[in-house]
């Protein structure tokens, strides 16, 4: 079965650096684009960046262009998210997700704090 598991969150000061990853099984890791989303305390979930399946193309939320990179290792089917010049407002549990078919499977997340 597809199964996401996210890592690499934590606590980090304001203008810090993190590296999310997300770890990928059960399904042809190459073939498919993937995502990561964020949801903030009492906000909705929103869509970060997206690559596709080869690496070569990547999209980002306007907030974090410039200061987050999407990529991807296809030999260990694994997606990151390096997260640089972090704000308190990037505060929230960031998900990785894939659509295989008409399934869309979410990771359980990582959270990610921002503070001083």
């Known amino acids: 079965q597809v199964e996401l598991v996210e890592s690499g969150g934590g606590l980090v000061q304001p203008g810090g650096s993190l590296r999310l990853s997300c770890a990928a099984s059960?399904?042809?890791?190459?073939?498919?684009?993937l995502s990561w989303y964020r949801q903030a305390p009492g906000n909705e979930r929103e869509l970060v960046a997206t690559i596709n399946y080869s690496g070569s193309s990547t999209n980002y939320k306007d907030s974090v262009k410039g200061r987050f990179t999407i990529s991807r290792d296809n030999a260990k089917s694994t997606m990151y998210l390096q997260m640089n010049s972090l704000k308190p407002e990037a505060t929230a549990v960031y998900f990785c997700?894939?659509?295989?078919?008409?399934?869309?499977?979410w990771g359980k997340g990582t959270l990610v704090t921002v503070s001083s």
């Open positions: 059960g399904f042809v890791f190459r073939w498919y684009a």
């Open positions: 997700t894939v659509l295989v078919g008409q399934s869309g499977y």
